[in-house]
């Protein structure tokens, strides 16, 4: 049995390797194991809480396996324990290679908000879209981004990249002076780009795109929040693509 400081080193270890993500409750935990991450430790300051919610909300794992702690402990690895009382660290995966790719990237230029990058990668993994790209400065891989997203980071491809490296594929951007959703259709291999909550696409992805593309929206409203523009889209795209 493992004592507090073995934990504690080892999660320390894990955590200067730069190469861990951390998981935050016990949803973030689920679905990073049900989508084949690598979890070389995971901690609970509620082990039977644990057991009874991943029997009944994850008894495809067949239990989840973590080193029970004091809520104190809990608190000096994690800076903000999720009520729950589940913490973990995963290895970070490579990005997925999509050439020939059956779904839409959603690409998030420049985006800002750490919480809209994890709704709009929960979404991606919803909808089965091969992967979110982000470009700019912003990890898409921070753990308020993981948070946010619920640990679906594991379900699709996540990564930030430039756009003079996006995959081949048509360019769709998003902007209200483009023309109308409802009269486009995006094929599998789409790029859908979104700008950034306060400017939007800028000039150098519309100078790249096939089509510039907006959702009506009604007068006077300035915008859709950056994650409902992206769910609206990707239902747009599964309706037309499975008619």
Known sequence: MRTVIDVEERWAELAAGGD????EGFHALKHALRFGAVVPLAVTS????????????APDL?????????TEVLRRLVPRPHPTGV????????????A????????LENPRNLGNI????RLAAGFGAAGVLTTGD????????VRGAAGLHFATSVARTSL??????????????????????FPDDALLVFGSERHGVTDDVKGMATSTVAIPMRPHVSSFNLATSVGMALFHWQGRSRQ
């Open 20 to 23: 861990t993500v951390l998981l």
């Open 46 to 57: 509620d082990p039977a809480g644990l057991a009874e919610l991943a029997s009944a909300l």
């Open 62 to 70: 067949g239990g989840v396996d973590a080193v029970p702690v004091s």
């Open 87 to 98: 913490a973990a660290l995963a290895l970070r995966p490579q990005p997925v290679d999509n």
């Open 100 to 107: 020939a790719r059956t779904s839409p990237f959603v690409v």
């Open 118 to 121: 994890g709704a709009v990668i």
């Open 138 to 145: 912003v990890d898409p891989w921070h753990p308020t981004a």
């Open 164 to 185: 003079d490296a996006l995959p081949s594929g048509p360019v769709f951007a998003l902007d209200p002076e483009g023309v109308s959703i409802h009269d486009v259709t």
